[in-house]
């Protein structure tokens, strides 16, 4: 049986090829989790004078919690915990999660752990992950701390690989450092629409959320809200459209085969 040489075939399949693989990943949407599994690390920085890092944190989670599927000789509901890990900076920061302003479903699961120190915290993240009777993971840590560098990411995003349970790790007033997580969100809080049936009223929380970085996305920009009882996205900036151009022409180029 006869082997086709690569390097004959035409520039243009691979880059049909490289066009077709990019736009079914290029974009992110509320609901990915249906077709993509879970996003197992994120990281999500956010400054604590305006407490949206939590939220929209906790936001992400339920989607990918709520729309992941559930596997044979599985429950048809999830009845696993919930482990939120703060430092105490952090807590200081931003407050300690409140039971009664939580949905439902989560208000009797959440775990909540206090500590001392940054070190302490990522022992207790850590152990968290390698739960599986846990559904998702919130931690909660202030500034860039020391311990907090590429390694100890690294260790984080290999024991959510390993064990499946999703980290989303808020990093409060700190700046962008490296890290192997997978999608990492810059997150400001934007204007909620007046109530539908009282304008006066505190409508829902809308969060503008960037997503600077990921492995399988575009870099993009959306407003985020509750609609419906889940996660709704519309654009945020007239550009996204450029910027999913860009880096589908990357992918494109760097899928290119050299010709001898």
């Known amino acids: 049986m006869s082997h086709t040489d690569l390097s004959t075939l035409p520039t243009t399949a691979f880059e049909d090829v490289a066009t077709l693989s990019a736009r079914r990943s290029a974009r992110w949407h509320p609901g990915l989790a249906k077709v993509q599994g879970k996003a197992l690390h994120s990281e999500v920085f956010a400054a604590s004078r305006e407490a949206a890092g939590a939220g929209a944190a906790l936001a992400l989670a339920l989607d990918d919690w709520r729309n992941t599927p559930r596997g044979e000789g599985q429950e048809s509901e999830d009845r ?3 482990l939120w890990v703060q430092t105490r900076d952090a807590a200081r920061l931003t407050g300690r999660p409140y039971r009664a ?10 775990i909540h752990v206090l500590a001392e120190k940054v070190e302490d915290a990522l022992f207790a993240l850590e152990e968290g992950l390698r739960c599986r009777e846990l559904a998702f993971v919130i931690g909660e840590v202030a500034g860039n701390a020391k311990a907090l560098d590429f390694t100890a990411s690294r260790r984080l995003t290999l024991t959510a690989q390993k064990h499946g349970v999703p980290l989303f790790m808020v990093r409060v007033d700190a700046a962008r450092d490296l890290s192997s997580a997978r999608m990492r969100w810059d997150v400001t809080s934007a204007p909620s629409a007046a109530p539908e049936w009282n304008a006066q009223a505190p409508g829902n929380p809308v969060w503008k959320a960037e997503l600077f970085r ?18 709704a996205a519309s654009k945020a900036r007239g ?22």
């Open 101 to 110: 302003g939580l949905p439902v479903e989560l208000q009797a699961r959440v």
């Open 239 to 260: 550009d996204a459209d450029r910027a999913v151009a860009n880096w589908t022409a990357g992918l494109q180029h760097r899928r290119t085969p050299r010709r001898a």
């Open 80 to 82: 696993r915990s919930i």
């Open 214 to 231: 990921a492995r399988s996305h575009a870099p993009g920009e959306w407003l985020l809200s509750e609609k419906g009882g889940e996660l």
